[in-house]
């Protein structure tokens, strides 16, 4: 037997013999994008109010008079901290089962407790990321804003954010290609996402080489991807420069 | 329409505002001029609150906006700021620079903004920039569409922070032009400035502040050409050097 016939045997052994790419790979990747993407969205909104919480507190706490207010914020930004130091201190795969094991112990949705593990670890990583964003934009601006009449939100809204997100387009880039590589651990759970798809042929087929290999190359197709749209989004959106 | 009492401004130890009082007329166009450090930004920073002062009363209209039970927003579309450093919107062009604010304030329709938008820039002599971007244009026209920003929400009292003193000499002019047009139109202006010229031409009244008060103040005339403070004379002669 030729290597070309071996390989190709091999092959059809792996993704074609009772449709071992489709059932495994192919409904693997469906788990891994479905848990990126709704855990993105709970990165990029959970992310966002932390981070203008932190703001929030460190630019107004010193004009504030004492009040309620002020300590609601002081107590609510302190919370805040807690919770960016917790989860950022515990590993991911640890977290990822405590949520399942232990706080939803009674649930068996496991594919809604991934995209909760992960939007939450996410989102204390996009925090960081936006408050970066947003301190970075002069405060000449939100001068500018509250000089005209503007209220706070309505600063923040349109004129802070936008500059912000601007800014850290490039740092968000990154923790999107980290959290889509960071599911390959939801096997833990007992999810069988495109990692976990991979494993599994490679343990029927005892051929491990082809689908871990294959499962690499859809994980660096889906970041180059990632990537390129971020860069047309960031091309985009420099048509407006800061002066 | 303007009337300060007794303002004071610290920030922690240091003491910027020593006591102002003073009372500015409708219409009235003030100068003030000063050293760097004497306290002339805090002093146009207070009159809109973007400082919390920290004793003292300011009325507009002989209603009392310190002590905070005033509307600060309210009180911000009713006076119009410029800054030394443009502060445009990077994020928005030109026209929605200036509509921005009476779109989200005013709930106006964004046709009917724009119209006033481009009304505003034809005053500062920009329609044909209305889509250009900040950083497409030059220090001068930043500045005018600034004070076409300002203008947009229809103030009764303008504030300028050294709006020329970022500017290349080329692009003074301009600006000082929009601005003498606005105060021939009856506007209540307070402008920090050092431009002498102008200042002798626009002014009511000129302030000189040194070391947090009001030193000396009269007829740009008498302040410019005869000075009676030692103090005014000794930075007279250095800003015209
Ligand atoms: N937010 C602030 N925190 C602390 N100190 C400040 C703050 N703003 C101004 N100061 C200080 O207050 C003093 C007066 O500042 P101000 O900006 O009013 O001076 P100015 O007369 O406008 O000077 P310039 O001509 O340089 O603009 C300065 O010593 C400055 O360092
Ligand atoms: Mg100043």
């Not at chain 1, 005209?148 to 500059?163: A, E, K, S």
């Not at chain 1, 343990?203 to 080489?209: A, I, L, N, V």
């Amino acid at each position: 037997m030729s290597w070309f016939e071996a390989f190709a045997a091999k092959f059809h052994q792996c993704f074609v013999q009772d449709g071992r790419f489709a059932n495994f790979m192919l409904s693997g990747l469906k788990v891994t994008l479905q848990i990126t993407f709704s855990a993105a969205i709970i990165s990029i909104s959970l992310g966002s109010f932390l981070a203008i919480v932190r703001v929030t507190h460190d630019k107004n706490i010193a004009a504030m008079y004492p009040g309620s207010k002020r300590i609601a914020l002081k107590a609510f930004n302190q919370l805040c901290k807690l919770c960016i130091t917790v989860v950022r201190g515990i590993p991911m795969v640890v977290q990822l089962m405590i949520w399942f094991f232990v706080v939803f112990a009674a649930s068996r949705n496991a594919l809604g407790i991934a995209i909760l593990a992960f939007g939450i670890n996410s989102a204390v990583y996009t925090a960081e990321i936006v408050r970066a964003g947003i301190m970075s934009v002069d405060h000449g601006q939100t001068e500018a804003g509250r000089s005209l009449g503007l209220g706070y939100v309505h600063t923040m809204r349109f004129i802070i954010l936008p500059q912000a997100f601007k800014n850290v387009l490039p740092a968000l880039c990154n923790e999107f290609i980290v959290l889509l590589k960071d599911t390959a651990v939801v096997g833990y759970i007992a999810l069988c996402d495109l990692t976990r798809g991979a494993y599994l042929i490679a343990g029927r087929t005892y051929e491990p080489f082809l689908p871990l290999v294959a499962a690499a190359l859809i994980y660096l197709a889906m970041v180059i991807v990632l990537s390129k749209l971020f860069g047309k989004l960031e091309r985009r959106l420099r048509t407006s420069d800061s002066h | 329409m303007i009337r300060i009492e007794g303002l004071h401004k610290s920030f922690g130890k240091l003491e910027v505002l020593k006591g102002i009082t003073e009372h500015i007329h409708p219409s009235e166009k003030v100068v003030v001029i000063g050293a760097s450090g004497s306290g002339k930004s805090t002093l146009l920073r207070c009159l809109n609150l973007l400082e919390m002062p920290t004793s003292g009363r300011i009325f507009i209209h002989g209603e009392e906006i310190t002590g905070g039970r005033h509307d600060v927003n309210m009180l911000r579309r009713k006076m119009g700021m410029v800054f030394q450093l443009f502060n445009l919107f990077p994020n928005y062009d030109a026209l929605g620079n200036v509509t921005l604010a009476p779109i989200k304030l005013l709930n106006m329709p964004k046709s009917a903004a724009e119209d006033l938008g481009m009304h505003m820039l034809e005053k500062v002599g920009l329609t044909d920039k209305a889509h250009e971007f900040p950083s497409r244009l030059s220090g001068g026209q930043k500045q005018r569409v600034a004070i076409a920003r300002a203008l947009a929400m229809n103030p009764e009292i303008m504030l300028f922070d050294e709006p020329t003193s970022a500017l290349d000499p080329e692009m003074v002019g301009e600006v000082l032009a929009v601005m003498a047009g606005l105060a021939a139109e009856g506007m209540t202006m307070v402008i920090v400035s050092h431009e002498m010229a102008f200042a002798r031409e626009v002014a009511d009244r000129v302030f000189f502040m040194d070391d947090g008060v009001v030193l000396e103040q009269g007829k740009p005339d008498e302040v410019f050409s005869h000075p009676r403070e030692a103090r005014t004379q000794e930075f007279l002669a250095r800003v015209r050097k």
